[in-house]
């Protein structure tokens, strides 16, 4: 029987947060002369805390659900078929590992295991070429910028390196503030080095020469392997580039957690010390940027992707995905689905594989996705054969953005998602444009008084009115995208915004003040949990566990505790 040879723990956020560290610690007290290490993000987030037993004869066993007792701690040890992981079939058929590769399969912070599985041999290739062969390589790539819009990456590099000035100056956004996104965290918390190296032969290629990371505040891990990997870099050398006399600058800049900062001029401004606003354009970032500097920003998974297409090669990269949509994308998997996390697929998979084969939903459970972020759309069900590409999902109203992407399964109301996303982007807009400032308010306020049942015809007509012009006349990417939620669900779901103004009725029985909470009395078995439950003493455990919804705030702390579920949501008794 093979023995073991190194144990692997994941301890990126998603295996911190569900307990990861007390199996790091337990394992190490048992292990021995075993060698226990820390390692990234494995993708599914679903089952963690996971582990990885690499054997002696080159093979690895899996463990899934793990916890600190003693029980799985000797399990594992003895290599005990209890709560072993088999990775799903038809995600691994499905998915394809090029960006994502090394995630959650060493320990992030070596440098010398990064080497030793390939790492840095793309930047030695890079600075074998002239940094005129590495633009056109991008360029031949077909690699598309993953952190919205899809602007093509060789050709904002070919923009910097035509500039003639001595000092030019390259971004990575890190800002990642999508609610449900966590690719690019995962990315920097596993695998920095190959953040950097894509880094390093974008300064090579463009002749930048300071290099900003800018990370917001909320990702300590993320910023933590970031800093120590920078310096590991700088003791061997890395960041004096071929043909330079003096080393790169790279500075980690943590954000405040503005959403507009994931804009490029709010990040430039940021950056300089000013508040964090978008300014008009032109002049673009590469003309004027940073302290008036020809300045390029790509996201993390964009620098990520760099040292794949010099491993294998721009007319490999290039095969994988669509016509206009070359390479793998990463995708935050998130919402109502089975099996969330972290996956890479193709360029041109189908959202309905994604949502079934590889999130585990079933079909007929789930209503639409929400892609792009809260400035994304919302797509049906109907639509989930779409490849997902930037032009198709573009047609259908809604953006690839970053990379989150949230099911919504069919106990969701269309009409409070607009009005949820509407109030994050109204909430985030930093006031400089009349478009954004004031029109998404008047969005979301139209859109509170349809889920308060206070809604009207009118305030349908006026969110098709008014959000066109919203999306010509902002002056930045927030403002521009801000309305897409409400027109893609007005554009799919009509019927739930008619029901809402007509018939006072919210199908999903999600909007609190088109809902009644009742309970069944032939399923209660007067526990009294709900009534100790219920905050603002609503149920009255005399009158026959009656609920006043007068006084009920619809917290759902009462459906939560319920035993027999006997207490549920129910149409509004004045509903007509």
Request: aromatic residues 6%; hydrophobic residues 40%.
């Amino acid at each position: 029987m093979a023995e073991m040879k190194r144990i692997k723990v994941g301890t990126a956020s998603c295996g911190i947060a569900a307990g990861a560290k007390a199996v790091l610690d337990g394992l190490r007290a048992k292990a021995g002369s075993v060698p226990v290490d820390e390692v990234g993000c494995m993708g599914h987030c679903y089952t963690e805390p996971m582990v990885e037993v690499e054997l002696n004869d080159g093979s690895s066993v899996f463990y899934a659900g793990v916890n600190g007792s003693d029980k799985d701690i000797d399990g594992i040890l003895s290599l005990s078929d209890n709560k072993r992981f088999t990775f799903p079939e038809k995600r691994s058929k499905l998915e394809k590992l090029l960006v994502t590769r090394l995630a959650g399969r060493i320990n992030p912070v070596s440098m010398d295991e990064y080497k030793a599985n390939g790492g840095f041999s793309a930047l030695a290739k890079a600075t074998s070429m002239s940094p005129e062969e590495v633009v056109n390589e991008v360029l031949a790539s077909g690699l598309r910028g993953r952190g919205g819009a899809g602007f093509p990456t060789g050709r904002k590099w070919s923009f910097l390196a035509a500039k003639k000035e001595a000092d030019k100056v390259l971004i990575c956004n890190a800002d990642e503030g999508d609610p449900g996104a966590f690719m690019d965290r995962s990315m920097m918390e596993s695998v920095p080095y190959q953040v950097l190296e894509g880094m390093l032969i974008g300064a090579y290629a463009t002749g930048a020469t300071r290099l900003f990371i800018y990370c917001r505040a909320e990702y300590p891990l993320a910023i933590k392997h970031l800093n120590i990997a920078i310096a590991e870099m700088k003791k061997a050398g890395l960041n004096l580039l071929p043909g330079r006399t003096t080393p790169l600058e790279i500075t980690i800049k943590e954000g405040a957690g503005a959403f507009v900062c994931g804009e490029e001029t709010a990040m430039i401004h940021s950056l300089e010390g000013k508040r964090g606003t978008p300014r008009f354009r032109p002049p673009f970032p590469t003309d004027s940027g940073w302290n008036g500097l020809p300045t390029a920003i790509n996201n993390v998974e964009t620098y990520a992707n760099i040292p794949v297409i010099f491993q294998i090669g721009a007319a490999e990269y290039s095969s994988i995905g669509t016509e206009k949509s070359k390479g793998t994308k990463i995708f935050a998997l998130a919402g109502d689905v089975k099996t969330p996390g972290l996956v890479e697929v193709p360029m041109g998979i189908t959202l309905g594989e994604i949502v079934y084969d590889i999130g585990g939903a079933e079909p007929g459970t789930v209503k639409a996705v929400q892609t792009g972020g809260p400035s994304g759309g919302c797509i049906p069900a109907s639509e989930f054969g779409v490849k997902i590409d930037y032009d198709s999902l573009g047609a259908l109203g809604a953006i690839m953005g970053s990379g989150g992407l949230i099911v919504i399964g069919n106990n969701r109301c269309m009409v409070e998602t607009a009005r949820y996303f509407l109030n994050f982007t109204r909430s985030e807009s930093c006031g400089k444009c009349t478009f954004c400032r004031v029109g998404t308010t008047r969005m979301y306020e139209a859109l509170e008084r349809i889920t308060t049942g206070k809604g009207s015809m009118a305030d349908i007509e006026f969110l098709e009115d008014i959000a066109p012009k919203i999306k010509k006349g902002a002056l930045c990417g927030l403002g521009q995208t801000a309305p897409n939620p409400a027109l893609s669900t007005l554009r799919y779901f009509r019927n739930e915004y008619l029901a809402h103004v007509q018939d006072h009725v919210c199908e999903a029985l999600a909007c609190p003040a088109l809902v009644d909470v009742a309970i069944d009395p032939s399923k209660c078995i007067q526990c009294k949990l709900c009534v100790k439950t219920c905050p603002v003493g609503a149920i009255d455990p005399v009158n026959n566990f009656s609920v006043d919804n007068s006084k009920c705030t619809k917290c759902n702390s009462c459906i939560e505790v319920c035993p027999k579920k006997a207490v549920s949501r129910v149409r509004k008794q004045s509903a007509k």
